[in-house]
């Protein structure tokens, strides 16, 4: 992910130091290990999170839209699965339900 470690210097330091220098120190210096979301190639690397930063929103836009599927899809089944309860209640001449008069 970096380009040419040795010439890159770091806005935390007013870019005195080198990002190869200061990042013993440096709390914006992490390790991601996972998945690229773009092309799906194992990552393991250490670099700067402020670099990370645009890969790391990507990756949680693509877990947010997983997850709306996701709640969409079960929406979909309990609304069903309600449908067909209230179905076999009123077929069974239940004459009440969660208070709502049935017209048999």
């Given at each position: 992910?970096?380009?040419?470690e040795?010439?890159?210097?770091?806005?935390?330091?007013?870019?005195k130091?080198t990002?190869k220098?200061?990042?013993r120190?440096?709390i914006?210096?992490?390790?991601?290990?996972?998945?690229?979301?773009q092309?799906?190639k194992?990552i393991d690397?250490?670099?700067?999170?402020?670099?990370?930063?645009v890969?790391?929103?990507m990756d949680?836009?693509?877990r947010?839209?997983?997850?709306?599927?996701?709640?969409s899809?079960?929406?979909?089944?309990?609304?069903?699965?309600n449908?067909?309860?209230?179905?076999?209640?009123?077929?069974?001449?239940?004459t009440?339900?969660?208070?709502?008069?049935?017209?048999n």
């Amino acid at each position: 992910m970096s380009d040419n470690e040795e010439e890159i210097r770091c806005h935390h330091t007013a870019f005195k130091h080198t990002c190869k220098k200061h990042r013993r120190n440096c709390i914006k210096w992490i390790l991601v290990q996972g998945k690229d979301p773009q092309t799906n190639k194992d990552i393991d690397m250490w670099d700067c999170a402020d670099k990370w930063s645009v890969t790391l929103l990507m990756d949680i836009a693509r877990r947010n839209i997983e997850t709306a599927g996701e709640v969409s899809s079960f929406r979909s089944e309990m609304r069903k699965q309600n449908e067909e309860i209230l179905s076999l209640q009123y077929s069974r001449g239940r004459t009440t339900l969660l208070g709502i008069e049935n017209d048999n």
